[in-house]
T-cell receptor, first 115, second 110 residues
Framework: GAGVSQSPRYKVAKRGQDVALRCDPISGHVSLFWYQQALGQGPEFLTYFQNEAQLDKSGLPSDRFFAERPEGSVSTLKIQRTQQEDSAVYLC?????????????FGPGTRLTVL | QKEVEQDPGPLSVPEGAIVSLNCTYSNSAFQYFMWYRQYSRKGPELLMYTYSSGNKEDGRFTAQVDKSSKYISLFIRDSQPSDSATYLCAMSAGFQKLVFGTGTRLLVSP
């Protein structure tokens, strides 16, 4: 069965450009998460959706970061006016339900490099 | 100071060795404790999940939680070269979001 997919896998942006990163969760999964993983670090939580509702966006580092999941399936993470410090791997995860005990399945990530 | 501390390694061991990986944490609200394995250029995958103090065993893997000391461990018995990866501890206070450690890079040599 298909897992979580993310596109593009690699993105190079010039400083100041806007980027959009896509996540296709496992079909039917209610919960969707975005994490940011800097080089040599563990993933850091960015935001959480339950269906189309964004229930937690406490990890978004600035108002340049915006995420949406309008129909409760595919999600897009948008970064406006990219900065060098935004360079990282952006991981998407989905889980079947809304319970903490539900396993989060991670995608392979999108590696963003801002020049 | 980070909520979750983990030695980044690398930790190099010969094949067949017992590996011990550890994390400490500061947030008493953490109730759920996980270990993930991450291969290079891949997303993390869940290895073990516990929510109480004590030991949990699954094949060659044993997860240990000591809430009184705020300390968790993962033991790998009979380590294999295919176990070479980064091991991430993760914790949750029950609100879905996971807080990860830095990850420990493990290298198992044949």
């Amino acid at each position: 069965g298909a897992g979580v997919s993310q596109s593009p896998r690699y993105k190079v942006a010039k400083r100041g450009q806007d980027v959009a990163l896509r996540c296709d969760p496992i079909s039917g999964h209610v919960s969707l998460f975005w994490y940011q993983q800097a080089l040599g670090q563990g993933p850091e939580f960015l935001t959480y959706f339950q269906n189309e509702a964004q229930l937690d966006k406490s990890g978004l580092p600035s108002d340049r970061f915006f995420a949406e999941r309008p129909e409760g399936s595919v999600s897009t993470l948008k970064i406006q006016r990219t900065q060098q410090e935004d360079s990282a791997v952006y991981l998407c995860a989905s889980s079947r339900g809304a319970n903490t005990l539900d396993e989060q399945f991670f995608g392979p990530g999108t590696r963003l490099t801002v020049l | 100071q980070k909520e979750v501390e983990q030695d980044p390694g690398p930790l190099s061991v010969p094949e067949g060795a017992i590996v011990s990986l550890n994390c400490t944490y500061s947030n008493s609200a953490f109730q759920y404790f996980m270990w993930y394995r991450q291969y290079s250029r891949k997303g993390p995958e869940l290895l073990m999940y516990t929510y109480s103090s004590g030991n949990k065993e699954d094949g060659r893997f044993t997860a240990q939680v000591d809430k009184s000391s705020k300390y968790i461990s993962l033991f790998i018995r009979d380590s294999q070269p295919s176990d070479s990866a980064t091991y991430l501890c993760a914790m949750s206070a029950g609100f879905q979001k996971l807080v990860f450690g830095t990850g420990t890079r493990l290298l198992v040599s044949p």
